[in-house]
T-cell receptor, first 118, second 111 residues
Framework: DVKVTQSSRYLVKRTGEKVFLECVQDMDHENMFWYRQDPGLGLRLIYFSYDVKMKEKGDIPEGYSVSREKKERFSLILESASTNQTSMYLC?????????????????FGPGTRLTVL | KQEVTQIPAALSVPEGENLVLNCSFTDSAIYNLQWFRQDPGKGLTSLLLIQSSQREQTSGRLNASLDKSSGRSTLYIAASQPGDSATYLCAVLDSNYQLIWGAGTKLIIKP
């Protein structure tokens, strides 16, 4: 079974802190994604990566950065946390495709990290 | 811009009933549509993926249909059980290879 793990299930941080959210997958997937999920808005893509050291902005990258130094690990960084970044953060991974359609293959999700910024 | 809508936002039905969840999208130019299930604390699980050339997919008691021309998909759950209680999300892969998500339908099956 594909397993995607996230470093924390619940996290409470203060405004202005630097926050690291870690995601690890064990299926040698090329693609990895970070989403945030807010009530009534569905999932919104923050960043994605289709290879080591490669990253692309999603729909809402402002206030976030990412790092992918190893294939199995994709980190989301909040450089200076703000209260409007309180949310559920979901990581996902999928197999790569030669056609480059990142959403073409099934995405496997981690359990999520509920982040509260005070 | 592609938009995905799921109505209703919440649904409560007695155990044993057959039910239909709805998903609509504004732009018919999609590559595929997926249905996911989300349980509290367990992330999302992919249920069914329908390619744009397909009309439906089935898995056990679940059947998903796709009508691209009308911008609609339905998820049919037969003989519902309390274990089916969860939030169900649909997402379309749009012409820019972006997954666009609905906000979900929270389903409660009453024993």
């Amino acid at each position: 079974d594909v397993k995607v793990t996230q470093s924390s299930r619940y996290l409470v941080k203060r405004t202005g802190e630097k926050v690291f959210l870690e995601c690890v997958q064990d299926m040698d997937h090329e693609n990895m994604f970070w989403y945030r999920q807010d009530p009534g808005l569905g999932l919104r893509l923050i960043y994605f990566s289709y290879d080591v050291k490669m990253k692309e902005k999603g729909d809402i990258p402002e206030g976030y950065s990412v790092s992918r130094e190893k294939k199995e690990r994709f980190s989301l960084i909040l450089e200076s946390a703000s209260t409007n970044q309180t949310s559920m953060y979901l990581c996902a991974s999928s197999l790569g495709t030669s056609g480059g359609a990142l959403g073409y293959n099934e995405q496997f999700f981690g359990p999520g990290t509920r982040l509260t910024v005070l | 811009k592609q938009e995905v809508t799921q109505i209703p936002a919440a649904l409560s039905v007695p155990e044993g009933e057959n039910l239909v969840l709805n998903c609509s999208f504004t732009d018919s130019a999609i590559y595929n549509l997926q249905w996911f299930r989300q349980d509290p604390g367990k992330g999302l699980t992919s249920l069914l993926l329908i390619q744009s050339s397909q009309r439906e997919q089935t898995s056990g008691r679940l059947n998903a249909s796709l009508d691209k021309s009308s911008g609609r998909s339905t998820l049919y759950i037969a003989a519902s059980q309390p274990g089916d209680s969860a939030t169900y999300l649909c997402a379309v892969l749009d012409s820019n290879y972006q997954l666009i998500w609905g906000a979900g339908t929270k389903l409660i099956i009453k024993p």
